[in-house]
């Protein structure tokens, strides 16, 4: 199985995402440069972490208008799994992918640390292989990851349960005290109401080992891969019975 | 010819950067400070004038120069005088607000 890894000028975690698909037995990360305009033959597409041409003017305002973009949309319209973290979060934010924005940190800094971030969920495609209420150890590191909706979006994302992670405490109780740059009701993570496109602004590549300090990451992209396999032996089988 | 856009966060938005400016602006001796908002300007000249050249413009700044989503941005149109060469003199200018309310008028990546 191949999951393509975009590359636009700045992407600064892409090796790291290379490194966490490539430790998973069955499955292969290959890098897609941005000018590229297509992802045929790719089962998944992985927005990395970086500063996506530079973060100029907002993060990943400019990067939404690289000729890739166009094959991400499409992709994700037919129902491939589309996964963006950090920097790729903002880039499906802008590109209209994600509802919401990610904005300054309200902490007045760059946050580098590790957070515990709760599932909301138990049947997202990315994650379902942990269950409800259950403890992500990810790290994090930006300055603009406060994520931002206006009431009503809110009540769309709640409603439509969209939220997968909030920041939590190691008890697992969402507070201000675990929100790391002030999103609103500690929101770390959200699918599209089709649930095929995930963004947060964690690094699941960056917690792919325990020796990195943790292996969360790595379940992340296992529960894509078993969503991919599990997908592809239904049309099989609906194609034998048709 | 010649416009000037400016983009602000909307009003619902938390704009750390400005309380931070204001902040230091009452340590350096001015309490008097309520708020500071903080966004951006930008010169960008155009070959040609005329409304349609306009209309494309709103739409750029819906689509790159602003997000809907978190900030609202004003397009203002300077009119060089004739002969002057430079610049505008900023007596003219005719200032075209417009205020995107949110989700729905940007176009998405197709």
Known sequence: ?242 | MKVKVLVMPKAAVLDPQGNAVRDAMRHLGMPEVRNVRIGKYMEIEVDGENGELESRLHGLCRDLLSNPVIEDYELQKAEVPPGSGVADTGQKSEVRRQRSEGRGQRSQVQ
């Not at chain 1, 993570?189 to 990451?217: K, Q, T, V, W, Y």
């Open chain 1, 1 to 242: 199985m191949k999951f393509a890894v975009i590359q636009f000028p700045g992407s600064n975690c892409d090796q790291d995402c290379i490194a966490a698909i490539n430790g998973i037995d069955g499955l292969r990360g290959e890098y897609v440069w941005h000018k590229q305009t297509s992802l045929d033959g790719f089962d998944a597409i992985i927005l990395p972490g970086g500063f996506a041409y530079g973060d100029y003017l907002r993060c990943g305002a400019i990067a939404r208008f690289s000729p890739i973009m166009q094959a991400v949309a499409s992709d994700a319209r037919a129902g491939k799994l589309v996964l963006g973290t950090c920097n790729g979060f903002q880039v499906l934010c802008e590109a209209g992918l994600l509802p919401g924005a990610l904005v300054r940190n309200r902490s007045l800094r760059f946050v580098c640390d590790m957070v515990a971030a709760r599932l909301e969920v138990d049947d997202s495609p990315f994650t379902h292989g942990c269950p409800k209420g259950s403890l992500l150890r990810l790290p994090v590191a930006h300055g603009e990851g406060c994520f931002f909706a206006d009431a009503e979006t809110l009540r769309e994302l709640n409603d439509n349960r969209q939220v997968i992670l909030r920041y939590a405490d190691n008890r697992g109780c969402i507070v201000p005290e675990a929100n790391p740059n002030g999103s609103v009701e500690n929101i770390a993570g959200i699918c599209n109401r089709e649930r095929n496109i995930f963004g947060l602004m964690p690094h699941p590549d960056r917690a792919s080992d325990a020796r990195l300090g943790s292996a969360d990451g790595a379940k992340i992209f296992l529960s894509m891969m078993q969503t991919i396999s599990a997908n592809s032996a239904t049309s099989e089988r609906a194609k034998q019975v048709a």
